[in-house]
């Protein structure tokens, strides 16, 4: 029998949380060989591994079916998988690590308050500045998706920023922002307000499962997910 994989955060924001779920659930990590041991196993579990890496790496591990199960943000499946709800199972939302995805434009656009303002603002940007609107982000794809898929806007650019995006209008790399926010504080600093109907993904911390053939009838499978919902 295959061993069957979980991965979950080695570091950064989800790590605390996704320890406490898994201990709550009974499932006890234990590292393989030394302390500082990328991988783990579950005491009293045959044939289930863990594979600690960041959060970003999980997301692109269940992309590509190298793991079964992932503990990641459902921001980074979503945006790096298309059709993430054919290809991963979200077992579970696991309470920590929550953060919008949101579409962010100066405070003082007063004129644009929801997406169909900024689609209107888009339409003439060019007429009146001579290039499309820029927007700056990480989110490439949730971007594309919810300017062009969901409200018809065809007429941007988007410009890859890696960090510090909010700063990306001051500093005239950009018009307006896509990115994640959790307290609001960021936007706020940079003077930048988020469209009443702007908000593209409500994320959080989940157990994400890579829908591989043999699943069904793996007791395994069934069990850990099990274990971490009847701990929330
Ligand atoms: N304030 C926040 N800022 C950014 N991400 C947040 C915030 N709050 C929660 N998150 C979530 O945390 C996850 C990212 O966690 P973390 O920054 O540890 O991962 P990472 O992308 O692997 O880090 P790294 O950039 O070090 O590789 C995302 O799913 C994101 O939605
Ligand atoms: O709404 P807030 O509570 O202000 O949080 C949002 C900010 O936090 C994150 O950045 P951070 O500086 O933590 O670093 P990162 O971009 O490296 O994740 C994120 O990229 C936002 O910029």
């Known amino acids: 029998m295959n061993a069957i994989t979980i991965a979950l955060p080695s570091k950064g924001r989800i790590k605390d949380g996704t320890v406490e779920v898994f201990g709550r659930a009974g499932l006890a990590i234990s590292a393989v060989g030394n302390d500082r041991s990328y991988r783990g196993r579950i005491e009293g579990m045959e044939g289930v591994e863990i594979a600690y890496l960041s959060a970003s790496e999980i997301a692109r591990e269940l ?35 929550q953060a919008d995805v949101v579409v962010a434009v100066p405070e003082i656009w007063l004129d644009v308050e929801t997406m169909a303002d900024l689609g209107d603002v888009a339409a ?22 919810f300017f062009s898929g969901s409200h018809g806007i065809q007429l941007y650019r988007i410009v890859e920023s890696l960090g510090a995006t909010e700063g990306a209008p001051a500093a ?29 993904l409500k994320s959080e911390a989940c157990l994400v499962r890579a829908r591989k053939p043999g699943h069904e009838e793996d007791p395994r499978v069934a069990r850990i997910a099990e274990a971490v919902r009847a701990a929330l």
Request: aromatic share 6%.
């Open 172 to 200: 005239g790399q950009a018009d307006i922002i896509v990115d994640i926010t959790s307290t609001g504080s960021t936007l706020r600093a940079n003077h930048l307000k988020i469209l009443s109907d702007g908000v593209i």
């Open 124 to 145: 003439d940007f060019r007429a009146r500045h001579g290039r499309r609107l820029a927007i700056a982000t990480k989110y490439w794809r949730l971007t594309q998706q």
């Open 63 to 97: 992309a590509n079916g190298a793991v079964d199960f992932g503990v990641t943000g459902e921001d980074l499946v979503r945006e790096g998988m298309s059709g993430a709800d054919a290809r991963v199972e979200f077992c579970a939302r696991l309470g920590f690590g």
